[in-house]
């Protein structure tokens, strides 16, 4: 994992080189205030997201987890992890804070390799939206594609990686 500071000074410095690009064409102030826009948007989505992760961290206990998805749970947590993954909402500020404070320590490799892939590919909350749009053809055809390869993605996580 990329430490956050690792992390700040990357994006940092593509601001910054983002900056002098659009002040060359005298779109840093318009920019600025996108940037300022789409921030004071997402900033009741992040405190909310940070307040269920610090609820969820207090009342989730770290044996279950671990029992569940951890070590322990051998086979289990590779088919567990996408069942969990599949079923938590919301977009890349709501997960990864809630996956970073309540399994990162708790799962395997493969398990979070395993959760996070079917978070991403699965997701049931689409489900209605796929239904109205797209048919009960296309909801089959997907889900049959997509339902063991966050699991294979786990196993293969763990025999690449280890647990």
């Known amino acids: 994992m990329i430490p956050l500071t690792d992390t700040l000074v990357v994006l940092s410095g593509m601001a910054a080189l983002?900056?002098?690009?659009?002040?060359r064409k005298g779109l840093h102030v318009e920019g600025l205030r996108g940037g300022f826009r789409m921030f004071l948007n997402i900033l009741p989505l992040l405190l909310l997201a940070f307040i269920l992760v610090g609820y969820l961290n207090l009342l989730l206990p770290k044996e279950v987890l671990q029992s569940w998805l951890g070590e322990e749970a051998g086979w289990k947590g590779l088919f567990i992890g996408p069942a969990i993954g599949a079923l938590v909402q919301g977009g890349p500020f709501a997960f990864f804070p809630l996956f970073d404070s309540v399994f990162r320590d708790s799962v395997t490799t493969g398990t979070a390799v395993a959760m996070i892939t079917a978070w991403g590919m699965i997701n049931v909350g689409h489900l209605p939206y796929e239904a109205a749009f797209l048919g009960p053809r296309f909801i089959m055809l997907k889900y049959s594609i997509?339902?063991?390869?966050?699991?294979?993605?786990?196993f293969l996580a763990n025999l690449i990686f280890g647990p």
Request: charged share 0%.
């Open 18 to 23: 983002l900056l002098i690009l659009a002040f």
């Open 146 to 154: 997509y339902i063991l390869f966050p699991t294979v993605a786990g």
